[in-house]
């Protein structure tokens, strides 16, 4: 029991999926081929391979790299909240969300630890910045590239789409560090607000660069031609498998094999209820018009997330643009409405900040921040999408 709690406790998702998909077969009984048809094994095979291609990077140390040597640019603390925002925004577009947050806010919170100064403000906004800079890309997180494929965008719909979020959230981004790191009234440019440069000499990485990085970066264009029907993604499922078999068979290990359950767990769970007239009545009456289709992407992310969200409403209405949108918006909120929140939340609690009456605030100021930026953001793209 104690074992089943610690799983629960460490993948809610996966286990509120598996749990779904065991009830509803066991209840609805579904053939067996159904079940087998609701899996979307080209979205899994891409998801897979690009999390192994990326966690390859990251053994390389790419993204420390460019941070560090970005960072001896910085002179003041509105320059760091700038860089590292910015930076988490827009590598996040092609590493996903996640592996964004997973890599700046560790480097964020030893900054800001041998500075001396509080980095809950940052980590928050970088939350924020790592969740909307993700919605740009179809490879920006799970929720895009299974929606992409799903409904079959072109790389121009696409785009499209997504500018109606990147543009207005990088602006709000950008005023949110203007307020933030504003300087109270009297001070001078050699107040607090001015760093230490030598610190950040201090951020030193370096990359390892041999005949693996090539195949790495191959087999990454590769992941993206894919993404965009431009290969079979069998062929590129194969080629994956033998490179990091030939480079570093131990990636294959760090690989979130949970996210692709939880996806096979929603993907059955949502196929069997499809046969459940009055559950798909209900369904189609939330998703009737586009602005339903909208506000209820919005509010079912803020309870079961944007993946689960994205994998449920899909199968249930043809407003695909309009579902991409609301999944994506949904993901400001509550803590829940995005795993990679949870992520980042996760690292700052283990931090020493955490531990005094400063850090002991990130739930109220991760949720104001959110649920701000959620109305705002949400009205703008709601309102471009009108005209």
């Known amino acids: 029991m104690n074992k089943l709690i610690s799983f629960i406790k460490r993948e809610p998702v996966l286990f509120a999926a598996v749990l779904l998909a065991v009830v509803s077969v066991v209840i609805i009984r579904p053939a067996p081929s159904l079940c087998v048809q609701a ?13 192994i291609v990326i966690k390859a990077f990251q053994s ?3 993204l420390n790299v460019i941070a560090a040597r ?46 001396g100064l509080p980095c809950l403000k940052l980590v928050v ?45 990088l602006f709000i981004l950008c005023v949110m560090i203007l307020f933030i790191t504003r300087r109270p ?18 951020q030193v990485s370096f990359i390892t660069f041999d005949f693996r990085t090539i195949l790495y970066i191959a087999d990454f264009i590769l992941c993206l031609l894919t993404v965009f029907h431009f290969v079979n993604y069998l062929i590129m499922l194969g080629v994956t498998v033998v490179v990091m078999l030939i480079c570093n ?16 767990g929603f993907f059955i769970f949502t196929k069997t209820l499809s046969t459940v007239p009055a559950f798909c009545n209900f369904i189609n009456s939330m998703l009737s018009s586009p602005i339903k289709t909208y506000i209820t992407g919005i509010l079912t992310s803020q309870v079961i997330s944007n993946v689960p969200a994205a994998l449920l409403l899909s199968g249930f209405t043809q407003n695909g643009g309009i579902l991409l949108l609301g999944v994506n918006v949904g993901g400001l909120g509550t803590l829940i409405a995005s795993m990679a929140s949870v992520i980042s939340f996760k690292i700052y609690n283990s931090s020493e900040e955490a531990q005094t009456p400063q850090g002991k605030k990130y739930f109220g100021v991760f949720t104001l921040y959110n649920v701000v930026l959620l109305v ?6 709601l309102c471009s999408n009108m005209l």
């Open 70 to 115: 970005l960072l001896r640019l910085c002179k003041t603390q509105r320059s760091l909240y700038f860089l590292m925002t910015l930076l988490v925004f827009f590598s996040s577009m092609f590493v996903t969300n996640d592996v964004a947050l997973l890599t700046f806010v560790p480097i964020t919170i030893l900054i800001f630890t041998r500075i």
């Open 376 to 381: 705002i953001l949400g009205i703008v793209v």
């Open 249 to 264: 068979f131990r990636l294959f290990k760090k690989v979130d094999y949970s996210l692709l359950l939880t996806f096979v």
């Open 125 to 169: 906004l970088e939350t924020l910045a790592a969740n909307l800079g993700s919605c740009i890309t179809p490879m920006g997180n799970p929720q895009n590239l299974y929606l992409f494929s799903y409904y079959g965008f072109s790389a121009g719909e696409f785009f499209a789409l997504t500018a109606r979020i990147a543009v207005p959230s």
């Open 39 to 51: 899996i979307d094994f080209r979205t899994l095979a891409i998801l897979f391979s690009l999390m």
């Open 185 to 202: 009234h009297g001070e001078s440019d050699t107040g607090k607000g001015t760093l230490d440069h030598n610190i950040l000499q201090t």
């Open 60 to 62: 390389q140390n790419f």
